[in-house]
């Protein structure tokens, strides 16, 4: 009597399957922000408001390096987008603001346009009190968004000149910052633990994807 043989299993991981398994087990800890925690001692955050600020903060930092090395080397924009925009989508996930992570950096001048200080130039006197006053100070603060935003998507003197080495550097903070999240797990309470497991999930994926595409 014969007996079927067992299939074989791929002999390594895929780039859409890492993809994919990354973004599902992100999808299983929720995408929406977490209200913040009530367990404060006199009006100050929680360990957990302290780590969900921490978490928006360090990816907003890396989904910025993935968009200077964007900058820096155009042809990688089609391999990193999802990668970054996944990214992104962790910021959101811990609370964070998405106006500076969700720019496009190919357009980063978008984030300033004319309609924006048109009502601070043409206010009236009573409700401003000094007209040139506002239009001046709406012109300094249009001036320094339009300067940070040229500056973080413009020139990036952090990126290694040579693509493989820019995906290295990648794919080792990538790396360092799953690392960092994996032995946070123990500090925080169980909802945010799962996040950030998820989260530190999808980073080593996205360290084993840049790495592979480095060699």
Same mark, same amino acid.
């Given at each position: 009597?014969?007996?079927?043989?067992?299939?074989? &299993?791929?002999?390594?991981?895929?780039?859409? &399957?890492?993809?994919?398994?990354?973004?599902?087990?992100?999808?299983?800890?929720?995408?929406?922000?977490?209200?913040?925690? #009530?367990? &404060? &001692?006199?009006?100050?955050?929680?360990?957990?408001?302290?780590?969900?600020?921490? +978490?928006?903060?360090?990816?907003?930092?890396?989904?910025?390096?993935?968009?200077?090395?964007?900058?820096?080397?155009?042809?990688?924009?089609?391999?990193?987008?999802?990668?970054?925009?996944?990214?992104?989508?962790?910021?959101?996930?811990?609370?964070?603001?998405?106006?500076?992570?969700?720019?496009?950096?190919?357009?980063?001048?978008?984030?300033?346009?004319?309609?924006?200080?048109?009502? @601070?130039?043409?206010?009236?006197?009573?409700?401003?009190?000094?007209?040139? +006053?506002?239009?001046?100070? #709406?012109?300094?603060?249009?001036?320094?968004?339009?300067?940070?935003?040229?500056?973080?998507? +413009?020139?990036?003197? +952090?990126?290694?000149?040579?693509?493989?080495?820019?995906? @290295?550097?990648?794919?080792?903070?990538?790396?360092?910052?799953?690392?960092?999240?994996?032995?946070?797990?123990?500090?925080?309470?169980?909802?945010?633990?799962?996040?950030?497991?998820?989260?530190?999930?999808?980073?080593?994926?996205? @360290?084993?994807?840049?790495?592979?595409?480095?060699?």
């Amino acid at each position: 009597m014969s007996f079927p043989l067992p299939s074989r &299993t791929p002999s390594g991981p895929r780039r859409r &399957t890492l993809l994919a398994a990354a973004a599902g087990a992100f999808a299983l800890a929720g995408c929406s922000a977490p209200e913040p925690s #009530s367990d &404060t &001692t006199g009006g100050s955050p929680s360990a957990a408001d302290r780590a969900r600020a921490r +978490g928006a903060r360090d990816s907003l930092t890396l989904s910025d390096r993935y968009t200077a090395v964007i900058a820096a080397h155009p042809d990688l924009a089609e391999r990193l987008g999802p990668l970054r925009a996944e990214v992104v989508r962790h910021v959101k996930a811990f609370g964070g603001g998405s106006a500076g992570a969700s720019a496009s950096p190919s357009a980063p001048s978008s984030s300033v346009s004319p309609s924006a200080s048109a009502p @601070a130039s043409s206010g009236s006197p009573s409700a401003s009190g000094s007209p040139s +006053g506002s239009a001046s100070a #709406s012109e300094s603060a249009a001036s320094t968004v339009s300067a940070s935003a040229s500056a973080s998507a +413009g020139a990036s003197p +952090g990126v290694a000149a040579r693509p493989k080495d820019a995906l @290295a550097d990648l794919a080792a903070a990538e790396l360092a910052l799953a690392d960092e999240r994996t032995q946070a797990l123990v500090e925080v309470p169980g909802e945010l633990a799962r996040l950030l497991a998820s989260v530190a999930a999808a980073g080593a994926a996205h @360290a084993f994807l840049l790495t592979k595409a480095a060699k």
